[in-house]
């Protein structure tokens, strides 16, 4: 069964740092990949996707994230954290079926001044 | 362009009550309809999904239930709520596959007392 693994529940990133944001997966074929971020409160946001191509997929607000599919991980990156990036990450994967998909627990982004 | 509401954003009810929260999709057909419950530090759980009007596939047993009495909206009910059902409600949206990933509404803060 597919699965998402998001090794680091919070993470503390001085603002202007660069940013990394684990997420592992599991599945048998090629996989869709996603990542969310969700504000306090609210619902989720798209950042980018990731379906075939290049491996390197550029999102919104300047993140990206790159597919390595022998390490099986999609981690999302930023060169230089704002304080408005802090908030809950999501990584997710489409199942099989192509009818839903499968999040990861979440890390939460924490920037310090 | 396609939009998504959820109601309503806060609600606090008795244990034992009943529960009805509605999402509906604007500017789409038959989209792909999905209920999620997010509680602290467990990420996304899926609830029920749907492809279609009236079906209706649920991920996890419990004392909710979900119907989709028409193409754009989907609806998440209890007979009577327990408050371990207390938690943030998310309606989401997609195409037909989910490989361009989803829309989400707002959420819907449920504490039960």
Redesign the interface.
Known sequence: AQSVTQPD?HITVSEGASLELRCNYSYGATP?L?W?VQSP??????LL?Y?SGDTLVQGIKGFEAEFKRSQSSFNLRKPSVHWSDAAEY?C?V??QA?????????TTLSVSS | SQTIH?WPATLVQPVGSPLSLECTVEGTSNP?L?W?RQAA????Q?LF?S?GIGQI?S?VPQNLSASRPQDRQFILSSKKLLLSDSG?Y?C?WSSF???????????T?LTVV
């Open positions: 529940i869709y996603f969310y409160g609210q619902g989720l946001q798209l996707k379906f999501f997710a489409a199942n192509g009818t839903a998909l499968i999040f990861g627990k979440g | 959820q792909n999905y999620y530090g467990r990420g996304l899926l999904y492809i596939s991920e943030f998310l989401a596959r989910t490989d361009h990933g989803y829309t989400f509404g707002s959420g803060r």
